[in-house]
């Protein structure tokens, strides 16, 4: 079947007796078979950390996500809440509570420094106001103004401005029916 092989001669002969062949060589798989795993291992563990991040930054975005969500609807709540109080109905009724009352007519000063108007003191237009009643466990305190007349005449309210029932000077109808100020280069 198969022929022996012819004996090698010279220079063949010699190299043949340096490296000795007894069938293939186990020595020369070796390091490729350790390459191979070791390419294949340090993959498989690349891949395993690289799913191992994507994971944390899917878990991190749905967490902001829903961090962001929470905070739209408190900011969405909060806009709401500064909307109903800067209603003008809410405004004055919050205005009355302080003890404020409308201004009267306003006066403007040209750029020349005239006075256009006239200046008017504001005062508690007349409104039905419930009577105070002391309660049984307030004492009169002693340095507590008189209840009665002021000095000049007139009742003074809660917030230090004359009754309803006081003169409410009338505003100036020239002031009223005045164009408003404009200023230079609008």
């Known amino acids: 079947m198969s022929k022996p092989a012819a004996p090698l001669k010279g220079r063949a002969a010699r190299l ?6 007894t ?14 795993v070791l390419l294949l291992g340090g993959g498989l563990i690349t891949l395993l950390l690289l799913n191992s991040a994507l994971n944390e930054g899917s878990f991190r975005l749905s967490e902001l996500k829903r961090d962001t969500t929470e905070l739209t609807d408190e900011q969405q709540a909060l806009q709401r809440d500064v909307d109903s109080r800067s209603q003008p109905d809410a405004l004055e009724k ?6 404020m009352v409308p201004g009267g007519s306003p006066a403007f ?8 108007g006239k200046p008017t003191e504001a005062t508690a237009p007349p409104s039905p106001s419930p009577s105070p009643t002391p309660s049984p466990s307030a ?29 409410v000077p ?14 230079p280069g609008r």
């Open 16 to 21: 043949a007796r340096l490296m000795p062949s």
């Open 23 to 36: 069938g293939p060589s186990t020595a020369a798989r070796t390091p490729f078979v350790l390459l191979v």
């Open 94 to 99: 919050r205005a009355r509570e302080l003890g």
């Open 109 to 116: 000063l040209n750029p020349d420094g005239t006075v256009r």
């Open 139 to 167: 004492s009169p305190d002693a340095d507590a103004p008189a209840a009665g007349p002021s000095a000049s005449g007139t009742s003074a309210g809660p917030s230090g401005s004359p009754s309803p029932s006081a003169s």
């Open 170 to 183: 009338q505003p100036d109808p020239a002031a009223e029916n005045s164009p408003p100020p404009t200023s």
